[in-house]
């Protein structure tokens, strides 16, 4: 796409050093953008690149010298001087414990990512005992569409703000509760077709451990026949309306099992509507 | 915004609780008052559902809808705020309801036995008789009247009502008669003593009289405050040296200071009286028997850092405290003290009273703003700094009750005067809540440096023929020390020093008569119930500690007893390191602490 872009006036740098490597990154970047500028993989469970860094998960903590505490790097925003450790006893340290937490509690066999975070941490969740209290519930399937499977529920917040004022301004769930029984609700714990909910599934677009899944995706997997090995990818432009939406259609035996959008696009930094997230049932 | 109402309406003692909130609606029925006055009064969420509460004893869907509609919030995201408080129930409650405290200073006078009594003579909390139950309670703040209870009931005319003393028979009484027995009020151990700043005029001048007050040199320092002008009146607390009494100990000048220079407006004064560290009640007292000089102190913080609008955030457990301060501010108001011309000198600034709903954690500041904005309590991600976007994400000055107690005696004494008392680190006085196993509990005004043993002293010490186990300093966030500590000085530095912290002035006093792992159980259970939930090593870690703890308690380790004690120990090191706020990382401290310094669990106190 080519796009004639006005000259900006030189944007300021902030200069730091991460990992005793110096580096620069633009005003108002923050430190997971220096660690991602110098390659350093750091850990991230509830930050999208789509939605505001709400900083809960805290597994993408660093060493900041100075600070009394460790900082989330998905939101704090880099300051000129700053030296900061992501690799450092501490850092590790909480990095460990933060995902034998989660581990302990939540069910992650759906959350791909952090079945290699548990791996490079060292983390052994089995150390809380067989008695530690988990968040495993019944899966709720009262619509059509989509399961919520909260047992799969880490809180990181993104269904909540994608259905509300960052992307689909419906705001039909919110977190409820508070401590280890918080958990996201609509009002009154009412099933989902009582509530506000319009369906546009940007949820399940933004859940980090499947705990909101497509109801094909959900089925096939109880089957046993979610095969990804046998899966293929496609991009295309959804055919409703005339914002042309990106789509990006997984398929599996010549049918669609389902449609997602990048968080990257342009057009739909990853949100779709009804239509374009479950509107493919006629094309065969 | 696709807002779906909740299906049953309210009944017409909820729809007038609301209305007599958030006023009359408009002509049309259900029609609310326009989006625009609906955003500007998201703050009275809170104050809604209150009232319902108040009126009827739970929060009703229908009333729940009522409000919902009125204020045109999403109904999830207030079920989620609703849902976040204690005082906010959503399940159906009768209209008297006993709060019966068992936390750690009642515990120390003997509220477990109490309560498993009263469950023994009335049946399981959450039993209801002839329209009343009972529930156990975090910490009440009357630690000093331990055991306490405090008695709501909900009507037309609602009441809430605090006493001490409690027994099953006193406690059956008030279930009975939905009234409290008579509270005896023991006076204040200092009252009249020369030497006394902060409480000078507790127990001496009557807090409901604005006349009493200005007689005993009230609104001397507002005046004085005014001759200086704001640059003075700042640089007076800084050169004072004033340390804030909150826990942070954050210089008071400091953060004055950079909310006066700061270019974005409107600026806010905030008076965090949301007290509910276990074991604390100084601010309580300061703020039932000495309401006049809050009011003074944050008009003299609001002249100084250009505000025009203070809040208070006064804790929903401290009945008779918001009384008397709603009262101070009407009196003031009426008086011209509050208002657009304070004094006649052209200075507008005015005050409002909030009540908290049950929620430990809006004692943080930042979680306590987004309480006065109607949300859930979860604290913010810090920076940015209160001083830079605090309350409706403008500039806030936020102080602790004590700390602004402070602020008139120093305008009128002068920076020299209130350093000639404490240390170079910790300059003038400090409150202290002695409770427990103490001779004669309340609240105790020293100068900074004086010893933990010499503030057990002034108390009486432990009650003859027993000894002293340990002490809690600092409340639950803070830590137990041993009977070969008392020559701490107690000061920000020294504690500092010795790993412990001042916290808000805790002295709970354990004698041999009193075990300590089911304090320890208790303050575990605290934390569970009081976090957030927002952040996982704060959500999961205080669930894990609690089960970690039980364990240890029970004698039945996971493993070992050394693995169990190195997981809590990496378990506290994380809460301490990676968690968003000061309660998950403090929720190890007092834990820590009795194994560390008291040697519990490896082979020492039990």
Same mark, same amino acid.
């Given at each position: 796409?080519?796009?004639?872009?006005?000259?900006?006036?030189?944007?300021?740098?902030?200069?730091?050093?991460?990992?005793?490597?110096?580096?620069?990154?633009?005003?108002?970047?923050?430190?997971?953008?220096?660690?991602?500028?110098?390659?350093?993989?750091?850990?991230?469970?509830?930050?999208?690149?789509?939605?505001?860094?709400?900083?809960?998960?805290?597994?993408?903590?660093?060493?900041?010298?100075?600070?009394?505490?460790?900082?989330?790097?998905?939101?704090?925003?880099?300051?000129?001087?700053?030296?900061?450790?992501?690799?450092?006893?501490?850092?590790?340290?909480?990095?460990?414990?933060?995902?034998?937490?989660?581990?302990?509690?939540?069910?992650?066999?759906?959350?791909?990512?952090?079945?290699?975070?548990?791996?490079?941490?060292?983390?052994?969740?089995?150390?809380?005992?067989?008695?530690?209290?988990?968040?495993?519930?019944?899966?709720?399937?009262?619509?059509?569409?989509?399961?919520?499977?909260?047992?799969?529920?880490?809180?990181?917040?993104?269904?909540?703000?994608?259905?509300?004022?960052?992307?689909?301004?419906?705001?039909?769930?919110?977190?409820?509760?508070?401590?280890?029984? !918080?958990?996201?609700?609509?009002?009154?714990?009412?099933?989902?077709?009582?509530?506000?909910?319009?369906?546009?599934?940007?949820?399940?677009?933004?859940?980090?451990?499947?705990?909101?899944?497509?109801?094909?995706?959900?089925?096939?997997?109880?089957?046993?026949?979610?095969?990804?090995?046998?899966?293929?990818?496609?991009?295309?432009?959804?055919?409703?309306?005339?914002?042309?939406?990106?789509?990006?259609?997984?398929?599996?035996?010549?049918?669609?099992?389902?449609?997602?959008?990048?968080?990257?696009?342009?057009?739909?930094?990853?949100?779709?509507?009804?239509?374009?997230?479950?509107?493919?049932?006629?094309?065969? | 915004?696709?807002?779906?109402?909740?299906?049953?309406?309210?009944?017409?003692?909820?729809?007038?609780?609301?209305?007599?909130?958030?006023?009359?609606?408009?002509?049309?029925?259900?029609?609310?008052?326009?989006?625009?006055?609906?955003? !500007?009064?998201?703050?009275?969420?809170?104050?809604?559902?209150?009232?319902?509460?108040?009126?009827?004893?739970?929060?009703?869907?229908?009333?729940?809808?009522?409000?919902?509609?009125?204020?045109?919030?999403?109904?999830?995201?207030?079920?989620?705020?609703?849902?976040?408080?204690?005082?906010?129930?959503?399940?159906?409650?009768?209209?008297?309801?006993?709060?019966?405290?068992?936390?750690?200073?009642?515990?120390?006078?003997?509220?477990?036995?109490?309560?498993?009594?009263?469950?023994?003579?009335?049946?399981?909390?959450?039993?209801?008789?002839?329209?009343?139950?009972?529930?156990?309670?975090?910490?009440?703040?009357?630690?000093?009247?331990?055991?306490?209870?405090?008695?709501?009931?909900?009507?037309?005319?609602?009441?809430?009502?605090?006493?001490?003393?409690?027994?099953?028979?006193?406690?059956?009484?008030?279930?009975?008669?939905?009234?409290?027995?008579?509270?005896?009020?023991?006076?204040?151990?200092?009252?009249?003593?020369?030497?006394?700043?902060?409480?000078?005029?507790?127990?001496?001048?009557?807090?409901?009289?604005?006349?009493?007050?200005?007689?005993?040199?009230?609104?001397?320092?507002?005046?004085?405050?005014?001759?200086?002008?704001? !640059?003075?009146?700042?640089?007076?607390?800084?050169?004072?040296?004033?340390?804030?009494?909150?826990?942070?100990?954050?210089?008071?000048?400091?953060?004055?200071?950079?909310? !006066?220079?700061?270019?974005?407006?409107?600026?806010?004064?905030?008076?965090?009286?949301?007290?509910?560290?276990?074991?604390?009640?100084?601010?309580?007292?300061?703020?039932?028997?000495?309401?006049?000089?809050?009011?003074?102190?944050?008009?003299?913080?609001?002249?100084?850092?250009?505000?025009?609008?203070?809040?208070?955030?006064?804790?929903?457990?401290?009945?008779?405290?918001?009384?008397?301060?709603?009262?101070?501010?009407?009196?003031?108001?009426?008086?011209?003290?509050?208002?657009?011309?304070?004094?006649?000198?052209?200075?507008?600034?005015?005050?409002?009273?909030?009540?908290?709903?049950?929620?430990?954690?809006?004692?943080?500041?930042?979680?306590?703003?987004?309480?006065?904005?109607?949300?859930?309590?979860?604290?913010?991600?810090?920076?940015?700094?209160?001083?830079?976007?605090?309350?409706?994400?403008?500039?806030?000055?936020?102080?602790?009750?004590?700390?602004?107690?402070?602020?008139?005696?120093?305008?009128?004494?002068?920076?020299?005067?209130?350093?000639?008392?404490?240390?170079?680190?910790?300059?003038?006085?400090?409150?202290?809540?002695?409770?427990?196993?103490?001779?004669?509990?309340?609240?105790?005004?020293?100068?900074?440096?004086?010893?933990?043993?010499?503030?057990?002293?002034?108390?009486?010490?432990?009650?003859?023929?027993?000894?002293?186990?340990?002490?809690?300093?600092?409340?639950?966030?803070?830590?137990?020390?041993?009977?070969?500590?008392?020559?701490?000085?107690?000061?920000?530095?020294?504690?500092?020093?010795?790993?412990?912290?001042?916290?808000?002035?805790?002295?709970?006093?354990?004698?041999?008569?009193?075990?300590?792992?089911?304090?320890?159980?208790?303050?575990?259970?605290?934390?569970?119930?009081?976090?957030?939930?927002?952040?996982?090593?704060?959500?999961?870690?205080?669930?894990?500690?609690?089960?970690?703890?039980?364990?240890?308690?029970?004698?039945?380790?996971?493993?070992?007893?050394?693995?169990?004690?190195?997981?809590?120990?990496?378990?506290?090191?994380?809460?301490?390191?990676?968690?968003?706020?000061?309660?998950?990382?403090?929720?190890?401290?007092?834990?820590?602490?009795?194994?560390?310094?008291?040697?519990?669990?490896?082979?020492?106190?039990?």
């Amino acid at each position: 796409m080519s796009l004639h872009l006005p000259v900006l006036p030189e944007r300021r740098t902030v200069e730091l050093t991460v990992d005793g490597a110096p580096v620069s990154v633009p005003e108002g970047a923050t430190l997971l953008d220096a660690c991602q500028k110098l390659g350093i993989d750091v850990p991230t469970l509830c930050f999208a690149r789509n939605l505001a860094p709400v900083n809960v998960c805290r597994v993408c903590v660093v060493e900041l010298a100075g600070a009394r505490t460790l900082v989330p790097s998905c939101s704090r925003k880099a300051e000129p001087g700053m030296v900061v450790a992501t690799d450092s006893e501490r850092v590790r340290l909480s990095r460990r414990l933060v995902l034998e937490l989660l581990a302990s509690s939540v069910d992650l066999s759906t959350a791909p990512r952090v079945t290699e975070y548990l791996a490079r941490y060292g983390a052994r969740p089995e150390r809380f005992g067989p008695g530690a209290q988990t968040v495993a519930q019944p899966v709720k399937v009262d619509n059509d569409l989509y399961v919520r499977d909260y047992g799969k529920c880490i809180l990181c917040m993104k269904c909540v703000q994608a259905c509300g004022s960052e992307a689909q301004n419906t705001f039909a769930i919110a977190v409820a509760g508070r401590g280890f029984p !918080a958990h996201i609700s609509t009002e009154l714990d009412v099933p989902l077709p009582e509530s506000a909910c319009v369906y546009c599934g940007n949820c399940i677009g933004v859940c980090p451990t499947g705990a909101l899944m497509g109801r094909t995706e959900h089925e096939l997997r109880a089957a046993g026949a979610w095969e990804p090995e046998r899966q293929t990818e496609a991009e295309t432009i959804c055919p409703y309306c005339g914002v042309g939406c990106s789509l990006v259609l997984t398929v599996q035996d010549d049918r669609i099992v389902r449609a997602a959008s990048n968080e990257r696009s342009e057009v739909t930094r990853g949100h779709l509507c009804i239509k374009g997230r479950f509107g493919w049932a006629f094309v065969r | 915004m696709d807002l779906k109402p909740l299906s049953s309406g309210p009944s017409p003692e909820e729809r007038a609780a609301v209305d007599a909130v958030l006023g009359p609606p408009d002509a049309a029925p259900g029609a609310p008052r326009g989006l625009a006055w609906a955003s !500007a009064h998201r703050h009275l969420l809170l104050p809604a559902l209150r009232a319902v509460v108040r009126r009827v004893g739970w929060v009703r869907p229908g009333a729940l809808g009522y409000v919902v509609e009125r204020l045109h919030v999403p109904p999830a995201e207030a079920y989620g705020v609703a849902s976040f408080y204690a005082l906010l129930p959503l399940d159906a409650r009768p209209p008297a309801v006993l709060h019966v405290c068992d936390d750690v200073a009642c515990r120390a006078r003997g509220a477990a036995e109490g309560v498993a009594a009263l469950r023994a003579s009335f049946g399981e909390a959450g039993t209801v008789r002839d329209g009343a139950t009972f529930h156990t309670s975090p910490c009440l703040g009357l630690c000093e009247r331990a055991p306490a209870a405090l008695l709501t009931v909900a009507g037309e005319a609602p009441r809430e009502e605090a006493f001490g003393a409690v027994t099953v028979e006193r406690a059956r009484e008030a279930l009975a008669t939905r009234r409290a027995p008579e509270d005896v009020r023991p006076p204040l151990p200092q009252r009249g003593a020369p030497e006394l700043r902060l409480l000078a005029r507790v127990g001496r001048v009557d807090p409901t009289d604005l006349d009493a007050y200005r007689a005993a040199g009230g609104y001397q320092a507002l005046r004085r405050a005014l001759e200086l002008g704001p !640059a003075a009146v700042v640089r007076a607390l800084t050169e004072a040296g004033l340390l804030g009494r909150g826990g942070a100990a954050f210089p008071t000048g400091k953060k004055w200071q950079a909310v !006066a220079q700061a270019a974005v407006r409107p600026h806010y004064v905030v008076c965090n009286a949301d007290e509910s560290e276990p074991g604390t009640f100084k601010d309580r007292v300061l703020l039932e028997e000495d309401p006049f000089a809050l009011v003074e102190a944050m008009t003299i913080a609001g002249f100084a850092v250009g505000a025009e609008k203070g809040y208070v955030y006064l804790r929903g457990e401290y009945p008779l405290a918001a009384a008397r301060v709603a009262a101070a501010i009407a009196q003031a108001r009426a008086r011209g003290l509050l208002g657009p011309d304070v004094l006649g000198r052209g200075l507008s600034f005015d005050l409002e009273l909030c009540r908290g709903a049950g929620a430990y954690v809006c004692g943080e500041e930042t979680a306590l703003f987004n309480s006065l904005e109607g949300r859930r309590g979860e604290p913010r991600n810090k920076p940015p700094f209160p001083v830079e976007a605090g309350l409706f994400g403008k500039p806030t000055v936020v102080n602790n009750v004590e700390t602004l107690a402070n602020v008139p005696w120093l305008l009128l004494h002068g920076a020299r005067t209130y350093r000639s008392v404490g240390t170079a680190g910790s300059p003038g006085t400090r409150l202290f809540c002695l409770s427990g196993c103490v001779v004669e509990p309340g609240v105790y005004e020293h100068p900074f440096g004086v010893t933990l043993r010499a503030v057990l002293e002034r108390a009486g010490g432990v009650p003859s023929g027993r000894s002293l186990r340990a002490v809690l300093l600092g409340g639950a966030a803070g830590s137990f020390v041993g009977p070969g500590e008392l020559e701490l000085p107690l000061t920000f530095e020294d504690t500092k020093q010795a790993g412990v912290s001042l916290g808000s002035g805790v002295v709970l006093v354990l004698d041999d008569t009193v075990a300590l792992e089911p304090l320890l159980l208790r303050i575990a259970a605290f934390f569970r119930d009081e976090s957030c939930g927002q952040c996982v090593p704060c959500r999961v870690g205080t669930e894990r500690q609690e089960e970690l703890v039980q364990r240890l308690c029970a004698g039945r380790p996971e493993g070992s007893r050394a693995t169990e004690l190195a997981l809590l120990a990496e378990l506290g090191q994380a809460m301490r390191d990676a968690s968003i706020c000061g309660l998950g990382q403090t929720a190890s401290s007092a834990i820590e602490s009795a194994v560390v310094r008291l040697g519990l669990w490896k082979g020492g106190a039990s």
